[in-house]
């Protein structure tokens, strides 16, 4: 198994919806990130300097779901994944996005989750 640094519960507003309309509303989303990347160095230097601040990888989260617009759950979840991909030199990242109450009253959250590895 893989070391994974973990991002969980985290709500963004974003643009995010088919129509214009629904974009322009920026509601917020929940977003789960799963960073995979080797932790033995940070663990045995107890050094920020020797893993992913994950504070850097919530602001870049932060950074796409609110400064980009979004039709599909599956395009945001697309575009943190690359941005988390090309920022850090990690091996994977896995990104889970909900939105929240998608149909009023009949659905908790609709979402998606997808795994990208580096090339």
Known sequence: MPDTIL???IQVPAALG???AERRMRRPVRLDIEVETALEAAGRTDRI???VHYKRIFEIAQDV???QE???VEALGQRIADAILEKFGVDAVTI???KPSPIAGVLEHAGIRI???RD
Do not use: F, I, Y
């Open 65 to 67: 779901a609110s400064n």
């Open 18 to 20: 088919v129509t214009a």
């Open 115 to 117: 795994r990208r590895v």
């Open 49 to 51: 300097q020797s893993t």
């Open 7 to 9: 991002l969980e519960g």
């Open 96 to 98: 889970t996005v909900r």
């Open 70 to 72: 979004h039709k599909l």
